[in-house]
């Protein structure tokens, strides 16, 4: 009980660890509040359900504004890994360089649409919340063709391209309809992918922490 413990405070003290935990929460409470949302034949259910989606909604704006210091650590990483002369693969050596772009790209777009939305500049949101929807898709896209090249650490890599598809299969419900499934996800189904994503996300931090502390 006190090594679970000790274990969750580490990753809440980690800025990543931290956001994984409220992405985790923020997906589950609007798989859950999705779900009792939709009883309608049960009134407490249903209250219930939309109290969750309004904690879920805050949590993801709270993700939102906690990006808005992520370019700088994004921008060292793409500098450090360049053209990825180190990669054997070339393939994936480029794809990672144009992962790198769509993610570094991702920031100020949806800085953007946040600062629209908050009233701070006089534009109107939406095509900025398009474009960081394309370049997180887009960025996820390539991950899973990245990491279906990989034949290092098996197991890892599937449970990385199983947590992308999740990702990438709401990306595209969150996309302009018309768009193959874009608008179709019933909310519990988009709450579902994410905890899908989000959970695998904290096993493998967990294991990479294991794996630290066993080698230390």
């Known amino acids: 009980m006190q090594q679970s413990l000790e274990s969750l405070v580490r990753l809440l003290e980690s800025y990543r660890g931290r956001d994984k935990v409220i992405r985790t929460l923020c997906y589950g409470s609007q798989l859950v509040g999705g779900v009792l949302s939709s009883k ?7 209250q219930l359900g939309k109290s969750l989606l309004l904690f879920s909604a805050q949590l ?6 906690l ?14 890994y ?10 994936v ?8 772009v769509a993610d570094q790209l991702y920031y100020p777009c949806e800085h953007i649409a946040w600062a629209a939305d908050a009233e701070l500049i006089k ?3 939406d095509k900025w919340w398009l474009f960081s929807t394309v370049l997180w898709g887009s960025s996820l896209l390539l991950g899973i063709l990245s990491r279906s090249r990989l034949h290092r650490q098996v197991q890892g890599e599937l449970l990385s391209v199983l947590g992308s598809i999740a990702d990438l299969s709401n990306a595209v419900h969150w996309m302009p309809p018309g768009f193959l499934w874009a608008g179709r996800f019933p909310i519990w189904m988009v709450g579902l992918m994410g905890t899908i994503s989000s ?10 922490d294991r794996d630290q502390s066993d080698s230390a």
Do not use: P
């Open 93 to 100: 050596r480029w794809i990672s360089v144009l992962t790198n």
């Open 199 to 208: 959970l695998i996300g904290l096993i493998q931090t967990n294991t990479g």
């Open 40 to 46: 309608t034949e049960a009134v407490s259910s249903h």
């Open 123 to 125: 534009l109107k949101s």
């Open 67 to 80: 990006r808005l210091f992520d370019d700088l650590s994004m921008l060292s990483y793409s500098y450090s």
């Open 82 to 91: 360049g053209f990825g002369g180190e990669e054997e693969d070339e393939a």
């Open 60 to 65: 993801s704006h709270c993700r939102t504004v």
